[in-house]
């Protein structure tokens, strides 16, 4: 049933290696987002609730690469809208509705956690727990990683035709990323303007989710480089803020 002599043509590996390098890039704002809901958690089951979070996203994504023929099924619409003249025989496919339903769960999510970041009710609901449970947390990551799955493999099958080859590189990003998602949660959570700037772009990725539900394309690509710039930017933003404290506690001393 599946071709374990492609393997033996160092073409594969290539696309192994490159689809790993691509699934790594779109599973970055799936660990943010993990990593955002699980901080509302005990600081002791924490850890447990973000390797739970990725162990899902990995059930799920090998899943649906088993289930490539009901994947591509779900581009076929169900149903037509047509209300001339906003819009005329729109057709809705059971793709553009998980895409709609995740992306308007993204952007409602993210919004929600900046309000209660600006509110300052964060550091209060984080001491006690903020009642705030495991069930929950991981019933909000598995919506979400229905969502970023289907992006994750419709790239996937983009760039490779080989189901064995598409696992074996799944497989291997969410074992980077369990290796690093730690260090992303403590860097992200640690710094609260990073953690503004990665609800922000959680924001962006919602929006783009709806807009390509409403069959309007963005360019990936021009999305991931103005996330890029930004964090780079705010990168150094935290270098110089570090830099200037130690200036500021010398001329302190003199006051």
Known sequence: ???FSAFAHPATWISLLTLTFMEIVLGIDNIIFISIIV????????????????????VFRIGLLLSISWI???RSALFTINLPPLVNNFGVSGRDLILLAGGLFLMYKSTTEIHTKLQGEED???????????TSVILQIIVIDIVFSFDSILTAVGLVDNVLVMIAAVIMAMGVM????????????????IKMLALSFLIMIGFMLVMEAAHKEIEKGYLYFAMAFSLTVELLNLRL????????LRDSQYD
């Open 1 to 3: 049933m599946y071709d």
């Open 178 to 193: 369990l290796a690093f998602s730690g260090a992303v949660a403590n860097f992200v959570n640690n710094n609260p303007t």
């Open 241 to 248: 803020r570090k830099k200037s404290k130690p200036v500021q």
């Open 72 to 74: 591509v099924s779900l």
């Open 39 to 58: 901080n509302r958690l005990p600081k002791d089951s924490q850890a447990r609730g973000r390797t739970i979070g990725l162990l899902l996203a990995l």
């Open 124 to 134: 209060h609901e984080s001491a006690g727990g903020s009642g705030t449970t495991m």
